[in-house]
Nanobody, 120 residues
Framework: QVQLVESGGGLVQAGGSLRLSCAAS????????MGWFRQAPGKEREFVAA????????SYADSVKGRFTISKVNFKNTVYLQMNSLKPEDTAVYYC?????????????WGQGTQVTVSS
């Protein structure tokens, strides 16, 4: 059974930092792209960042470039999202995702989500 388990969310003041983790299990993800999406109340889910499991190619949404960093540790099957200089508009439920689609329009697996709240 494939599982993506997120952790690391919480409440932080504007300007602060959080690190999200996504532990992947249940299959080999070497041909997958791993990513983070977020969904704020009343808004659609949006792409945040992605990394190719094997080649390590990285993409970011413009809104988080220079503030967020995605990384992975292969032997731990874990993907991270380091979030710095957080803003109230970053408040959302953050979801880990795995996709065979490079642009991640189609997602094969989703995590359950972790809440990030940034206070002003």
């Amino acid at each position: 059974q494939v599982q993506l388990v997120e952790s690391g969310g919480g409440l932080v003041q504007a300007g602060g930092s959080l690190r999200l983790s996504c532990a992947a299990s249940g299959r080999t993800f070497s041909n997958y792209r791993m990513g983070w999406f977020r969904q704020a109340p009343g808004k659609e889910r949006e792409f945040v960042a992605a990394i190719s499991w094997s080649a390590g190619r990285i993409s970011y949404a413009d809104s988080v470039k220079g503030r967020f960093t995605i990384s992975k540790v292969n032997f731990k099957n874990t993907v991270y999202l380091q979030m710095n200089s957080l803003k109230p508009e970053d408040t959302a439920v953050y979801y880990c995702a795995a996709s065979r689609d490079y642009v991640m329009v189609t997602v094969d697996y989703w995590g359950q989500g972790t809440q990030v709240t940034v206070s002003s």
